[in-house]
């Protein structure tokens, strides 16, 4: 009679499961609450202390942990010296595991866990029997997601459980130990942080530290002000992901994901003062950053408006001294070397997303100009800021700026020409010097067409589709002058 054990805390769909196995003459041998789980469903068990001979000791620490499990788990079915030891020792061939693992993710997400909470969530029988029948998955079935339990008992009644499918199982059984061994991790190391909530009260969030590298925001050193919050840490990675694109002085101004004026200067505060302007009602409640120090000239002119966070590589003592007088402002010192190894991580549902980070830079000759007229310097100096910016918009993306400061900027919208009017619309002003940019290509022509009639005079855009030809046609019977870069810059 074939012998399967049941360990689980998760116990949707167990009481089913374990009926099926009983169908197909399986003799089950379980623990703790799933024991009492099946046994109030009426579905034969027995403890695993009858496997082992061994009564549970310390509060349940040491059940599992026995040669009568890991010799029936572990036992190569295909060395007769294997079937042997285990004869001579009265041990049985165990030939499913079904085991997920106590909640130690959910325990320590709650605001009061304890270290003595968390330990105790650390499991220890669970993992072991996971890791041997894993190991042994040429001849023990091991499973370990609810979600898998219809297939297995389907395959099971079909007889085509066949090593693949059991190397599926295995590769999904150190996925989940993996992922459990990594938030004991982080949470021991003191890298999880919980957030009062996520994006809006009713969501729970916490910040999981991977680095303290200096130049990221994990390991910014927080000078003044409250706790960080989950919109504050999205907002100020993505005001320091685009200040770190500039040599020269910069000022970013960021709200809720996108830049809302981005200047640069001679001098880091007549950046920040392009910046302003550029958007002095959005910049109110913002994220500002700025790649160099903040002196008390420019911590005065901070002041005077209310801003939630202000990253710069270095704050003088003067400079602190007058930010410090607003006690909640969240003041970041972070250095503004950029990294291109890291990588960008994104949670989707089962799973993340991986990329490289967007930090490719084209010069003045990387470029083609397309068009009869030519940019002129003033026009190329724009479209060289705001190629830079507009990596930083979110897609579909079109910006309008001039060679000092972002202009207007149409952001998320679902067709390219609904962004250029949200940018034309916004627009601080549309002179001779002030460009287009564009994160995509255009479609069509219309894009090009809306911008000859509200006056620019210069376009630059990846370039790359069929109708290519259709903007550069429109382009030359208004005079404006298009660039294409050749590379595009989607952020979604």
């Not at 036992?75 to 693992?101: C, S």
């Not at 960080?228 to 040599?247: G, M, P, R, T």
């Not at 001294?321 to 994104?346: A, G, H, P, W, Y």
């Not at 084209?362 to 397309?370: A, G």
Request: a negative charge; hydrophobic letters at 40%.
């Amino acid at each position: 009679m074939k012998k399967a054990i049941l360990s689980v805390s998760n116990k949707t769909g167990i009481v089913a499961f374990a009926q099926s196995l009983i169908e197909l003459d399986y003799e089950l041998y379980s623990t703790g609450g799933t024991m009492r789980e099946l046994t109030n469903a009426g579905v034969p068990v027995k403890s695993i202390s009858e496997l082992t001979q061994f009564e549970e000791i310390m509060d349940g620490r040491v059940k599992t942990l026995h040669p009568s499990v890991h010799g029936g788990i572990l036992a190569d079915r295909d060395k007769p010296e294997h079937l042997a030891q285990l004869k001579a020792q009265h041990i049985d061939l165990i030939d499913m595991v079904i085991v997920n693992l106590y909640p130690f993710k959910e325990t320590v997400a709650k605001p009061d866990v304890t270290e003595i909470d968390a330990i105790e969530n650390i499991d220890i029988g669970g993992p072991t029997m996971l890791r041997a029948a894993a190991k042994n998955f040429k001849h023990v079935i091991t499973v370990v997601h609810p979600a898998d339990y219809n297939e297995v008992i389907r395959r099971l009644k079909q007889g085509v459980l066949d090593e693949s499918y059991r190397k599926s199982l295995m590769v999904k059984v150190f996925e989940h130990t993996n992922q459990y061994d990594a938030a004991i991790v982080d949470f021991f190391k003191g890298n999880k942080e919980s957030l009062r909530y996520g994006e809006n009260p009713q969501q729970a969030a916490y910040f999981i530290r991977t680095s303290d590298a200096k130049h990221t925001l994990a390991g910014a050193k927080q000078l003044h002000g409250k706790q960080l919050s989950y919109n504050n840490i999205k907002d100020a990675d993505a005001a320091l992901s685009l200040v770190k694109q500039f040599e020269e002085p910069a000022a970013v101004a960021v709200k809720h994901m996108n830049p809302c004026g981005v200047g640069i200067g001679e001098t880091i505060e007549i950046a920040y003062k392009h910046a302003f302007e550029a958007d002095s009602q959005s910049i109110f409640g913002g994220i500002v950053a700025l790649n160099r120090t903040v002196d008390q000239s420019l911590a005065e002119t901070l002041h005077s408006i209310f801003l939630e966070v202000v990253i710069a590589p270095k704050f003088t003592d003067e400079a602190l001294e007058v930010l410090s007088q607003k006690k909640n402002i969240r003041l970041l010192e972070i250095d503004m070397t950029i990294d291109n190894s890291e990588q960008e991580f994104v949670s989707v549902s089962g799973g993340y997303l991986v990329q490289d980070k967007d930090n490719v830079k084209l010069s003045r000759e990387d470029m083609t100009v397309v068009t009869e007229v030519e940019p002129t310097d003033e026009q190329w100096e724009a479209m060289l800021l705001g190629w830079k910016v507009v990596a930083s918009v979110k897609s579909n993306a079109v910006i309008l700026s001039n060679e000092k400061q972002t202009v207007g900027i149409g952001a998320g919208q679902m067709n390219r020409v609904g962004s250029a009017q949200i940018a034309i619309d916004r627009a601080i002003e549309i002179t001779d010097n002030v460009a287009m940019i564009s994160d995509g290509f255009f479609p069509m022509d219309d894009t090009v067409e809306l911008a000859a009639k509200s006056g620019i005079k210069a376009i630059i855009q990846p370039g790359g589709s069929i109708k290519d030809q259709d903007s550069i046609d429109m382009a030359n019977k208004h005079g404006i002058a298009m660039v294409t870069t050749g590379v595009r810059h989607f952020k979604h």
